[in-house]
């Protein structure tokens, strides 16, 4: 073999080695990305359940109930209401 010859194997198995290497890079980014998209639905599906987990403890009805059980609140008579415009105008 010439000098010329062996110099041009050696650049094509170095640049054989760089793809190989390359595609290697490519398939971990790839696994990588997938495993983050499978995170963020996870994470998709959580923030629904704490949305609907935020909407039901926040609902009038169960927040009346925990008044009139924990506190012992009571709704006031309807003479015993006063109304009080907020622009200060009667």
């Not at 760089?18 to 996870?42: K, M, S």
């Not at 506190?71 to 009080?84: E, G, I, N, S």
């Amino acid at each position: 073999m010439s000098r010329m010859q062996i110099v041009l194997l050696l650049l094509v198995m170095g640049c054989a080695l760089g793809v190989v290497n390359a595609q290697h890079h490519a398939r971990q980014l790839f696994v990588a990305l997938q495993q983050a998209q499978a995170q963020q639905r996870q994470l998709d599906v959580e923030w629904g359940q704490l949305q609907l987990e935020q909407s039901t403890w926040a609902m009038h009805g169960r927040i009346e109930k925990l008044a009139v059980e924990r506190l012992h609140m009571q709704v006031p008579a309807a003479d015993r209401v006063q109304v009080v415009n907020a622009g200060g105008s009667q």
